[in-house]
């Protein structure tokens, strides 16, 4: 059974920084694409950037382009989100999923089979 495990988020304060960690278990994801999406409250979930387990191939939201960094740990099976410039619109539940259906990077929420419980990162003003 494949688990994906997120940790990191906190409270920091706009300008801050924070990186999440993302730790998958019970597969290899060699062929799979690993993303990170965001749901603040009364919204839908959102992407924020993906990146492909074998080439580390990223694409990221217009709204953290520039701002966050994907990147990912084959040897420790995991995946890091590092935020920088962090604002109040930033503040949502942070969840880690991955898609094994193919090599392609997809950005749909629905193009993610596996999830983690997600981590909340809030940034005052």
């Known amino acids: 059974q494949v688990q994906l495990v997120e940790s990191g988020g906190k409270l920091v304060q706009a300008g801050g920084s924070l990186r999440l960690s993302c730790v998958v278990s019970?597969?290899?994801?060699?062929?799979?694409?690993m993303g990170w999406f965001r749901q603040a409250p009364g919204k839908e979930r959102e992407f924020v950037t993906a990146?492909?387990?074998?080439?580390?191939?990223?694409s990221y939201a217009d709204s953290v382009k520039g701002r966050f960094t994907i990147s990912r740990d084959t040897a420790k099976n995991t995946v890091y989100l590092q935020m920088n410039s962090l604002q109040p619109e930033d503040t949502a539940v942070y969840y880690c999923?991955?898609?094994?259906?193919?090599?392609?990077?997809?950005?749909?929420?629905?193009?993610?089979?596996?999830w983690g419980q997600g981590t909340q990162v809030t940034v005052s003003s």
């Open positions: 990146i492909t387990w074998g080439s580390g191939y990223p």
């Open positions: 019970g597969r290899t994801f060699s062929r799979y694409t």
């Open positions: 999923a991955a898609d094994d259906s193919g090599p392609l990077l997809t950005r749909r929420v629905s193009g993610y089979a596996y």
